[in-house]
Nanobody, 119 residues
């Protein structure tokens, strides 16, 4: 099992910044990739960004490219999502997820953290 705990959400004005953190524990050796997803009210959950456990491969949704940066700290087993130039449409619950190297799916999920961007 892998446990994921997110932190860093909150309320920010448009144009502001927030940094989300996701701390992983447990069988972290079974993780292939870490991802951030978000779900706004009334909408489906969508992909935001992902980083391989090695930190080499990184990908972003088009909607956040140039504004969000995903990174990881190997020593702390923690993944970060630095969010700059936030927009009201970034308002959502943000989830951290771990992709299993065995099953290939995002098997483990955090509890989510609310990000609210006011206009």
């Amino acid at each position: 099992q892998v446990q994921l705990v997110e932190s860093g959400g909150g309320l920010v004005q448009a144009g502001g910044s927030l940094r989300l953190s996701c701390a992983a524990s447990g069988r972290t050796f079974s993780i292939y990739r870490m991802g951030w997803f978000r779900q706004a009210p009334g909408k489906e959950r969508e992909f935001v960004a992902a980083i391989s456990w090695s930190g080499v491969a990184i990908s972003y949704a088009d909607s956040v490219k140039g504004r969000f940066t995903i990174s990881r700290d190997n020593a702390k087993n923690t993944v970060y999502l630095q969010m700059n130039s936030l927009k009201p449409e970034d308002t959502a619950v943000y989830y951290c997820a771990a992709q299993s190297s065995v099953t290939g799916d995002y098997k483990y999920w955090g509890q989510g953290t609310q990000v609210t961007v006011s206009s």
